[in-house]
C-alpha cells in the first residue's frame, strides 16, 4: 500500500495520529514482503543496493538494477538510518538529478513521504538542490508539500533564500500566502508567520520580491480570517520591517505593492534606528499614491493570484507596461 502526500490545504496541522498510521502502512508492507516469499536479509540487501547505487549516483548501476522485479518491488519502500526514506528521497537529498530521473522513469512515487511526513520535494528544497526542484516539478510532485508536515517547500525556500527554487515553486502554483501548520492550541502568531515574513527576517530581499509579485498579502500575509482573529492586535508586515530593522528597501516594496500605510503604529519620541525607512513612511501617509500606481495595483488585484506573475506576460501588452506592472520599472 503506498501512502502519497495530501494537495489539500485545509489541514491546518500536523495530525500525529496519521503519522502512526504511515509507520504502520510501513511495517505492514514489510510484513506483505516477507509473505510473498522475499526474505528479510535478502530484501534488506535488496534496498541497501539500491541505496548504494543513489549515495554514489551511480545512475547507470541504479537502472540496472531496476530493470530486475526482485529491485523493483523496492523502489518505493522506506529504509536507512536516520530519517528512512525511499531512493527517491535519498536522491533529493543527496542532489543527484540523474538518479532522479533513473527513479522517475521507473515509476518511482513522487510524493512518497519519509518517517517524518516530508516529501522528496521538501528535502531537495531543504538542501539547496535546484536541479532536483525542478525534475520533481516537472514529474508531477505537488509544490505544495505534505498536508502530515508542519512545514512547507515555499516556507523552506524563503527562509533560506533560494530564490531559483522559490521561483520554480511559485510557478507551479504554489501558494505565495502558505503559513506553518501548527495545533490550534498554539499562539496565533506562530500560525501567521509567512513566506514574506521570512524573507525579510532573513534577510532576503529577492525572495521578498518575487513572493510579493506572485500575491503575497502585503499587509500581513497571512489570509486565514480565523488566525487573525485570535490575535489581540495582528502586526503587520510594515511593523515588523521596522521593528527588525529591515531596512527601506523593505518598506518601500511593501507599499509599492499596495501595503495599508496607516496600520503600523510609527515609534514616538526621537529618531528611531531606522529612520531612513520611517521617514519613507511618514511620505506615503502624507501624499497620496499617484494615479499610475493606483491604477497598477488595481490591475494587479483583477487577475487571478494563481501564476499571476505569468499572466501579465499573456496580457498582450507593450513591452514597456508589461513591465511596469510586474514593478520592473
Not at 85 to 93: F, N, Q, S, V, Y
Not at 190 to 207: D, M, S, V, W
Not at 231 to 260: H, I, K, M, Q
Request: glycine share 8%; hydrophobic share 40%.
Amino acid at each position: 500500500m503506498r501512502v502519497a502526500s495530501l494537495r489539500s490545504t485545509k489541514t491546518s496541522h500536523m495530525d500525529v495520529t496519521k503519522i502512526f498510521s504511515l509507520l504502520r502502512l510501513e511495517e505492514e508492507e514489510e510484513v506483505g514482503e516477507r509473505m510473498e516469499g522475499e526474505g528479510e536479509e535478502a530484501a534488506a540487501r535488496a534496498k541497501q543496493e539500491l541505496s548504494r547505487a543513489v549515495g554514489a549516483d551511480d545512475h547507470g548501476a541504479l537502472d540496472l538494477l531496476l530493470r530486475q522485479p526482485r529491485y523493483k518491488r523496492f523502489i518505493d519502500s522506506r529504509s536507512g538510518w536516520g530519517v528512512p526514506g525511499t531512493p527517491l528521497r535519498l536522491a533529493a537529498a543527496r542532489g543527484h538529478p540523474r538518479c532522479l530521473r533513473v527513479l522517475l522513469a521507473h515509476g518511482a512515487e513522487v510524493d512518497r513521504l519519509d518517517a517524518k511526513a516530508q516529501t522528496p520535494l521538501f528535502t531537495a528544497v531543504s538542501h539547496g538542490h535546484a536541479a532536483c526542484v525542478r525534475l520533481l516539478l516537472e514529474a508531477g510532485a505537488s509544490p505544495l508539500g505534505s498536508a502530515f508536515n508542519n512545514c512547507s517547500p515555499v516556507l523552506a525556500a524563503a527562509r533560506d533564500g533560494h530564490r531559483a527554487i522559490l521561483r520554480a515553486l511559485l510557478a507551479h502554483g504554489a501558494d505565495a500566502n502558505v503559513r506553518a501548520r501548527v495545533p490550534a492550541w498554539a499562539p496565533g502568531p506562530a500560525g501567521c508567520t509567512g513566506p514574506l515574513y521570512l524573507a525579510a527576517a532573513y534577510g532576503h530581499l529577492e525572495c521578498f520580491r518575487l513572493l510579493l509579485l506572485h500575491g503575497a498579502d502585503p499587509d500581513y500575509n497571512c489570509t486565514d480570517p480565523r488566525l487573525l482573529a485570535r490575535v489581540s492586535r495582528p502586526r503587520t508586515l510594515l511593523e515588523l520591517c521596522l521593528r527588525r530593522g529591515c531596512g527601506p528597501d523593505y518598506v518601500r516594496l511593501l507599499v509599492d505593492f499596495g501595503a495599508n500605510v496607516y496600520l503600523p503604529p510609527l515609534p514616538p519620541g526621537g529618531p528611531p534606528a531606522d529612520g531612513e525607512a520611517v521617514a519613507l513612511l511618514r511620505r506615503e501617509r502624507a501624499h497620496p499614491k499617484p494615479l499610475m500606481s493606483q491604477a497598477r495595483l488595481a490591475v494587479r488585484r483583477a487577475l487571478p493570484l494563481a501564476g499571476r506573475a505569468q499572466v501579465v506576460d499573456q496580457l498582450g501588452l507593450p513591452p514597456r507596461l508589461a513591465d511596469y506592472l510586474k514593478h520592473q520599472s
